[in-house]
C-alpha cells in the first residue's frame, strides 16, 4: 500500500519539497508519495485533521501553520521551545522542528564556525525561533532584529528553552554596526520571489567587509541580500542546502532510514531551475 506525507501551508504552490521527496522516495525504492495541498488560513483545522483521517502518515507544516500546529499535536521538547512546529509524525500525533537540523546542518556543512560568534537574526516569525533556539543551543551570542521591535522583544519573551534568555538581546539595526555581527542570518521572506529587489538590509547602511550572511531564502538562489553582502566583500549562502537537509531529517523520521541528501539537493536544484525557465 502506498504511504502518503505531504506538506501544508498557504500558499504552497512555489513548494519544491514534494520533487525533493518523491525523488528521495524513488530512490530508495519505497512506495511514498508527497503531497502538497494548501490551506486556506481561515480554515487552519482542516489542515491536520483531514490529512490524517485520510491515513497520511506525516506533515511538513509550512506558513502560516507552524505555531497553530501546536494545537493539533503534541510537541517534542525541541517544538515545545520555540513554539513552533514544521514536522509532524500522525503515526504518535507528535510534533517536531527540523528547520533546527536544517539550518544548523547546511551552517556547519559550509565550515561557518557558531559557538561564541556573534550572530544577528533577522526576523521574528517561526523560522527566526528555529535559528534563534538552534545558535543559542551552539553557543552562539545572539541579537534579534525585526522590523517591529515590540514583536522581536515578544518572540524573545515567549521562549522557553533558557531558564533565561537575558543573553539573546533585541536590539536596532545601527546598534548592530556597534556590536560587531560576523553573521547574520535573514530568516524573513523578504528578498523572496517575486519581489527579488528587496533586501532586509537597508541599501544606506554599510555592511561589514568580514560578515557571514546566510538567507533561508532558496528562490532566487542568489537574493540581493546576498549580492549586497558579496559586494561589500563578505560571504553569503542561500537557504537551499538548509531546505534540503530539514527536508532529509523530516524523511528520516517518517521513513526510519538515513536520507539520500545528494539525491534531494539535485532535485530540488532540478525543481527551481524549472520555476526560473
Request: with cysteine.
Amino acid at each position: 500500500m502506498t504511504e502518503r506525507v505531504g506538506l501544508v501551508g498557504w500558499p504552497v504552490e512555489h513548494s519544491i519539497s514534494p520533487a525533493m521527496h518523491n525523488a528521495a522516495f524513488q530512490a530508495m525504492g519505497l512506495d511514498w508519495v508527497y503531497d502538497a495541498m494548501a490551506i486556506p488560513p481561515d480554515i487552519v483545522r482542516h489542515a491536520f485533521v483531514e490529512p490524517k483521517r485520510h491515513g497520511y502518515i506525516g506533515l511538513n507544516v509550512t506558513v502560516p501553520f507552524k505555531q497553530a500546529a501546536l494545537e493539533y499535536v503534541r510537541p517534542n521538547e525541541k517544538a515545545r521551545a520555540i513554539g513552533a512546529i514544521n514536522t509532524i509524525d500522525f503515526r504518535n500525533d507528535t510534533g517536531t522542528n527540523t528547520d533546527v537540523d536544517g539550518f544548523i546542518d547546511d551552517l556547519k556543512a559550509h565550515n561557518i564556525p557558531i559557538k561564541d560568534r556573534r550572530v544577528v537574526v533577522i526576523g521574528a516569525g517561526g523560522a527566526a525561533r528555529a535559528a534563534v533556539y538552534g545558535l543559542w543551543q551552539q553557543g552562539a551570542r545572539v541579537a534579534v532584529i525585526n522590523r517591529t521591535r515590540s514583536r522581536a522583544e515578544e518572540m524573545v519573551a515567549q521562549l522557553t528553552f533558557s531558564a533565561s534568555v537575558s543573553d539573546i538581546s533585541v536590539m536596532e539595526m545601527l546598534e548592530l554596526l556597534d556590536w560587531r555581527p560576523e553573521l547574520v542570518v535573514n530568516c524573513t521572506s523578504v528578498g523572496m520571489w517575486p519581489q527579488v529587489e528587496a533586501s532586509p538590509w537597508p541599501e544606506d547602511i554599510p555592511i561589514p567587509s568580514s560578515i557571514v550572511a546566510y538567507d533561508m531564502i532558496y528562490r532566487p538562489v542568489t537574493t540581493r541580500f546576498m549580492q549586497m553582502v558579496r559586494a561589500a566583500g563578505g560571504y553569503a549562502i542561500g537557504g537551499l542546502g538548509m531546505l534540503v537537509r530539514q527536508g532529509a531529517a523530516a524523511f528520516s523520521l517518517w521513513t526510519g532510514k538515513e536520507a539520500p541528501i545528494e539525491i534531494m539537493y539535485s532535485a530540488a536544484q532540478s525543481a527551481l531551475a524549472m520555476r526560473d525557465v
